[in-house]
């Protein structure tokens, strides 16, 4: 029987090479530690009083009417947020629901305890890690938090030999970092053994 439940702020379906190989279904977590200055879902951070909380089983039985287009693409359901992190229970009870065709990729900001980085290892086929920046003056200036855990779960990852199953976005974040400070965070993580890298912009709109 599922005993996990977690509060949902948005579920969507069709996303093709967005968040991972193949089409991918998006299921994006309630909460999250960080109070990032430019969050691109803030709504994740209320008190949540208007989104549906769901069991594992609940979820699993919403997505599974795009199961035919996971197995065609190598796709699945891609777990974001807020951060998913937060819920390594939710997520391997839901792999145990859903079995090993679907592939299973966690976005994250690896802003978590390291255990429960290892547990999602054990059940995720990708990690998607927003690292935001390496320097930690820099990621607290932008996230109001250290990136010690950061730092310990990179470490983690690659003790773990899954340097090759992260995707790295360094983003360039206006008042806040340079390209300077993206090369100097991009040699820090080549160092640990990470190769796969997403780098763009933060587009900020000013009102």
């Not at 592939?103 to 999602?120: C, F, K, M, Q």
């Not at 790295?168 to 206006?174: A, N």
């Not at 400070?181 to 009102?207: C, M, P, Q, V, W």
Request: aromatic letters at 8%; one cysteine or more; a negative charge.
């Amino acid at each position: 029987m599922p005993t996990e439940k977690a509060k949902i702020i948005g579920i969507s379906r069709h996303r093709l090479s967005t968040d991972g190989d193949g089409v991918t279904t998006l299921v994006a977590f309630h909460g999250c530690p960080l109070r990032c200055r430019h969050c691109l879902n803030p709504h994740s951070l209320d008190g949540g009083d208007m989104f549906r909380e769901y069991t594992t089983e609940e979820l699993y039985d919403t997505v599974v009417i795009d199961e035919l287009y996971f197995l065609a693409t190598n796709g699945g359901v891609t777990f974001g947020g807020g951060e998913p992190a937060m819920r390594p229970g939710f997520i391997k009870e839901f792999r145990e629901l859903c079995g090993s065709e679907w592939r299973i990729t966690i976005e994250t900001s690896l802003n978590v305890p390291a255990a429960n980085i290892d547990a999602l290892l054990a059940v995720a086929d990708e990690l998607i890690v927003d690292i935001k920046d390496m320097n930690p003056d820099i990621y607290r200036h932008y996230t109001g938090r250290e990136n010690t855990l950061v730092i310990d779960n990179l470490r983690l990852i690659a003790g773990h030999g899954r340097q090759n199953d992260c995707l790295i976005r360094l983003p360039l974040i206006s008042d806040h970092n340079n390209d300077a400070d993206r090369t100097a965070s991009r040699k820090e993580l080549e160092a640990l053994g990470f190769t796969r890298f997403d780098l763009f912009n933060y587009i900020i709109r000013r009102h």
